[in-house]
Nanobody, 123 residues
């Protein structure tokens, strides 16, 4: 199966930047779509961005302003999320996810999940 491990979270002030990484391992990782989701306390896990195996991307309303950029390095089996101009509202646990097939924003259609990395943005 597939194991996903996030890293790069931390404590930052508003306006700062973070780059999250998600390292994937396991069998048959080729042709997977991947995504980033986040979950704040008391809220449901929400979609942030997704990227297809070929590099096509789609973003949530929170990230279409250009603050967040999703990318992947298939040779390294690694997913990234560059987050700029962070706001306190971005505070959440960020999860990476993967699935065989097309990129999707639907949470329940992903098969594999990391354990998450905490992002905290102070004002």
């Amino acid at each position: 199966q597939v194991q996903l491990v996030e890293s790069g979270g931390g404590l930052v002030q508003a306006g700062g930047s973070l780059r999250l990484s998600c390292a994937a391992s396991g069998r048959t990782l080729s042709r997977t779509a991947m995504g980033w989701f986040r979950q704040a306390p008391g809220k449901e896990r929400e979609f942030v961005a997704t990227i297809s195996w070929g590099g096509g991307t789609k973003y949530s309303a929170d990230s279409v302003k250009g603050r967040f950029t999703i990318s992947r390095d298939n040779a390294k089996n690694t997913l990234y999320l560059q987050m700029n101009n962070l706001k306190p509202e971005d505070t959440a646990v960020y999860y990476c996810a993967a699935r065989r097939g097309i990129a999707t924003m639907i949470r329940d259609e992903y098969d594999y999940w990391g354990q998450g990395t905490q992002v905290t943005v102070s004002s």
